[in-house]
């Protein structure tokens, strides 16, 4: 197929998801993992509940499928867009921070992204609940000021319709990635629309937040993520989503090694969402790369997709990479599936003070999603 703009839907008559999966070949050899140490601190930190400094073990191999058939029809570029709610809304931004609101709360944090000037007087940068300072002297709740007075580490939190908790973290972290909303709002459309019980596989799930939104729709879902904090969490948010009696299993173990088995075992999931770090280690020890493990994550996801699947959700941030890197991969692992991989940037907008303001576009992440149609 030439290159183009232009959409081009399903693929050769009677291929799904299933099909163009002949045979196997060798894998390029790995390049080498750089030591833990070694991690750029900003993306460390964004991997943050990981702490193991265990040996790695080899992640699970298997050699990548050559996929035949047509590359699914492109649409691109795709900028997603994040709605402002009464949950969260990006304020203001510059001079590499910005002012967020989530919630009842009002947070300054970094933002290297935000090159240009602050719209909004210092007044309301300052007159704010909690600024993350970034001192690497001291751990934990201790590198956020409390300027209004100290506060809880954890507060109430709601994103479509799901009640959670925002958290202070170690890594200027919040306990959500609220750019995140936009496939999450399309996955809760998906598994409504399909009148059916939806499969859910939630990747590199943080605090689970994705995951109650689908159970939430009335998926089952399976949540995997490598941190015991991070699923801990997850389950405190379950039981304050009123959610105690869906059907989520959560799981802790490294993302590879997880995928790997449900191979094996034939397990079959209608949606996939997967948001790796840069690097980031399972539970073991076990080594994520984004560079050197994607390709067989997404070829390994391929082999999880239903016959009657949804969608295949890739997000990927803290990379030197452009959307197209990630697109034509999802692409190439999609040959012969039909549908459509659409890819681009996921972004927040400057809402104001009383969020109806159209403001400048922060970029938080790169994605590609395929869909079957
Ligand atoms: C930034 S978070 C993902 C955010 C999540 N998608 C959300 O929007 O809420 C990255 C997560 O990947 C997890 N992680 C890192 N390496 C992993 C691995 N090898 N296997 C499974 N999870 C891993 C971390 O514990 C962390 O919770």
Known sequence: MTKTTKMRRGGPPGSGP????????????????????????????????????????AAPERPLMTRTGDTPAERIPVILENQSSAGFRLIDSGAGEKLEQYGDYRVVRPEAQALWQRSLPA?????????????????????????????????????LDVDFHGRF?????????????????????????????????NLFGYTGVASLIAAAAGAEVTHVDASKKAIGWGRENQALARLDKAPIRWICDDAMKFIAREERRGNRYDIILTDPPKFGRGPNGEVWHLFDHLPLMLDIGRELLSDKALGFVLTAYSIRASFYSIHELMRETMRGAGGVVESGELIIRESGLDGSEKGRALSTSLFSRWVPA
């Open 169 to 201: 973290t170690s890594f200027r972290h919040v306990g959500v990635f609220p750019e995140q909303q936009v496939h999450w709002d399309w996955m809760r459309q998906e598994i409504e629309k399909a009148k059916r019980p939806v499969k859910v596989l």
């Open 123 to 159: 007044r309301h940068w300052e007159h704010v609940d909690a600024v993350f300072t970034g001192d690497t002297d001291e751990d934990g709740m201790g590198r956020w000021r409390f300027p209004k007075g100290a506060l809880g580490e954890t507060w109430p939190m709601q994103l």
């Open 18 to 57: 299933a099909s163009g999966r002949v045979e196997k070949r060798e894998r390029p050899r790995q390049a080498p993992v750089p030591a833990k140490d070694a991690r750029p601190k900003a993306v460390a930190e964004r991997n943050a509940p990981l702490k193991q400094e265990r040996a790695a073990p």
